[in-house]
């Protein structure tokens, strides 16, 4: 027997939850553009005490339940070590359409080669029942590759899997669309969130919409050089790029929506996303040849941060124009 649920090539690529969510997708149906409207608009950051460093995400990482339509199961990894000790649970959410993303020891998984070490979160939408293997898929070099998992394997790594330094809740998350959902698009929805990411809001410990960047920029000029630091200004610049291309599909549905009205507007928004594209691109592939060299230090904060504050100015403008086309719209 063989299960084999769809997935998709995803239209961004930032921290393994966001992936999968957005594997599930064909771009082409109505709830599709229905989510890339109303969703992953706004970005959330927060400096906890025990990090020491800011942790930059999508807003819509702190809460899936609120994103209508999508359907979401979690089940912590600790339950799953207690009293799911087989493959069972795994097969069960395949069977029912859910499209699964869990941690695994690597060293369990062939795939990632003999020498691997640490943990590390897999895509699972299939299995091989006859043959006992789960099918899954990863990234390798700049593809997003199929590869399959033995039972036993997967089994194995379940139980040695033990990572008490997460970030992140540890544990096997799976989505799937309520396919019953309207793809109607609600622009009242849209409207908010575009005046949510356009309000500058932060303090010391946390910051929502442009205020998340915002809090990265303060933090990052306040600390001491450290090793971490590029890495953060690869994670915070590859999220702000990966917004940039969210806001241009934006863009391209409305276009194609509601093109015959002719809307005056659309032309000043098209403007500022070549200019928000420009701008995210310029500082992403900065940052990215400064790691290649391994040429980043102390002095390259600024300049970064001043790339930085120039992507911020240009989400704060985007919003703006979206707001504008929407209230014409509405």
């Known amino acids: 027997m063989l299960i084999k649920n769809p997935v998709f090539e995803p239209l961004i690529l930032t921290i393994p939850d966001d992936v999968i969510v957005f594997s599930i997708f064909s771009y082409e149906n109505a709830y599709s553009r229905k ?30 339940e609120s994103i209508h339509g999508l359907e979401r199961c979690f089940i912590p990894m600790g339950i799953v070590k207690k009293y799911y000790s087989d493959e069972a649970i795994i097969l069960q959410l395949l069977k029912e359409g859910y499209i699964v993303n869990m941690p695994v020891d690597r060293s369990c998984i062939s795939f990632y080669g003999k020498e691997a070490v640490g943990t590390h979160r897999i895509l699972i939408f299939g299995a091989n029942l006859d043959k006992k293997i789960f099918i899954c898929k990863d990234f390798k070099g700049h593809g997003f590759v199929e590869f399959k998992i033995g039972f036993s394997d997967l089994i194995n790594s379940t139980n040695k899997f033990d990572n008490p330094n997460s970030r992140e809740a540890n544990g096997i998350l799976a989505f799937r669309i309520d396919r019953t959902v309207s793809g109607s698009i609600e622009y009242a929805k849209v409207l908010s969130e575009f005046k949510k990411l356009g309000q500058d809001v932060y303090d010391l410990h946390s910051g929502y919409g442009i205020g998340a960047i915002s809090l990265f920029m303060q933090d990052a000029l306040e600390r001491k050089w450290d090793s971490i630091l590029c890495y953060k200004f690869y994670e915070v610049s590859n999220y702000m790029r990966e917004a940039s291309k969210l806001m241009i599909n934006r863009y391209d549905i409305m276009l194609d929506i509601f093109g015959d009205k002719k809307i005056d507007k659309m032309e000043e928004l098209r403007f500022v996303l070549r200019e928000l594209e420009a701008n995210t691109n310029k500082l992403f592939f900065k940052v990215c040849r400064l790691e290649f060299r391994k040429a980043f230090s102390g002095i390259e904060v600024k300049p970064l941060i001043i790339l930085m504050n120039d992507c911020k100015e240009s989400f704060k403008k985007v919003s703006g124009s979206f707001c504008n086309v929407i209230n014409i719209l509405m």
């Open 35 to 64: 989510f890339i409207m109303e969703n992953y608009i706004n970005f959330y950051s927060v400096n906890p005490p025990h990090l020491q460093e800011v942790v930059f995400r999508f807003e819509n990482f702190m809460d899936y």
